[in-house]
Antibody, heavy 122, light 107 residues
Framework: QVHLQETGPGLVRPSETLTLTCSVS?????????WGWVRQSPGQGLEWIGSIFHSGAAYYNPSLESRVTISVDTSKNQFSLAVTSLTAADTAVYYCVRGGGLRLTMMLVAFWGQGTLVTVSS | DIQMTQFPSTLSASVGDRVTITCRAS??????LAWYQQKPGRAPNLLIY???TLQSGVPSRFSGSGSGTEFTLTISSLQPDDFATYYC?????????FGQGTRVDIK
């Protein structure tokens, strides 16, 4: 069964850039599927950040698109998220996910990482 | 943007109860709707996709129905393991939106 694991800083200062990496095991991300990121602010609901296909084609939530970049490194079987110009509103648990194999299903998620809490604070 | 509205936001029920959660879309989304269950401190778990298709391994007491703008998730007989928060989600090639969630707690 595919396994996803997020790594990155737990604390980031306002205005800085957050970079998270998702390491995937038991499946080669170069073969198929969309890979993406979802976040959940403390006590709040779920928000799609963006998704990327193994080819590198990426799609983003319009509300975050100007600050977000998702990239894929098939040689390491990893994909990454960068979020710039952080504010306290970006404090959340960030999940990496595997979506479906079609653009239609890029955010139909059967596999989730355990999530990593990122706090934006000075 | 397509908005997804769930109700109720909180639901109190007892073991054995039949439970129904409603999700309404701001425009026609056909059957492109999924339901997830989330327990505290855990990632969500996919229950149903394409409005009514049960994900592999999910107990048959869960069912989904609806199309267009109104959808329901039904738990036929609530079990202790089912106390959790449930989210609907519209998915498509251009839009991904979650509902705000429905918390099911013990009466």
């Amino acid at each position: 069964q595919v396994h996803l694991q997020e790594t990155g800083p737990g604390l980031v200062r306002p205005s800085e850039t957050l970079t998270l990496t998702c390491s995937v095991s038991n499946y080669s991300i170069a073969i198929d599927y969309y890979w993406g990121w979802v976040r959940q602010s403390p006590g709040q609901g779920l928000e799609w950040i963006g998704s990327i296909f193994h080819s590198g084609a990426a799609y983003y939530n319009p509300s975050l698109e100007s600050r977000v970049t998702i990239s894929v490194d098939t040689s390491k079987n990893q994909f990454s998220l960068a979020v710039t110009s952080l504010t306290a509103a970006d404090t959340a648990v960030y999940y990496c996910v595997r979506g479906g194999g079609l653009r239609l299903t890029m955010m139909l998620v059967a596999f989730w990482g355990q999530g990593t809490l990122v706090t934006v604070s000075s | 943007d397509i908005q997804m509205t769930q109700f109720p936001s909180t639901l109190s029920a007892s073991v054995g109860d039949r439970v129904t959660i409603t999700c309404r879309a701001s425009q026609d989304i056909f059957s492109w709707l999924a339901w997830y269950q989330q327990k505290p401190g855990r990632a969500p778990n996919l229950l149903i996709y394409k409005a009514s298709t049960l994900q592999s391994g999910v107990p048959s007491r869960f069912s989904g129905s609806g199309s267009g703008t109104e959808f329901t998730l039904t738990i036929s007989s609530l079990q202790p393991d089912d106390f959790a928060t449930y989210y609907c989600q519209h998915y498509s090639s251009s839009s991904q939106t979650f509902g705000q969630g429905t918390r099911v707690d013990i009466k």
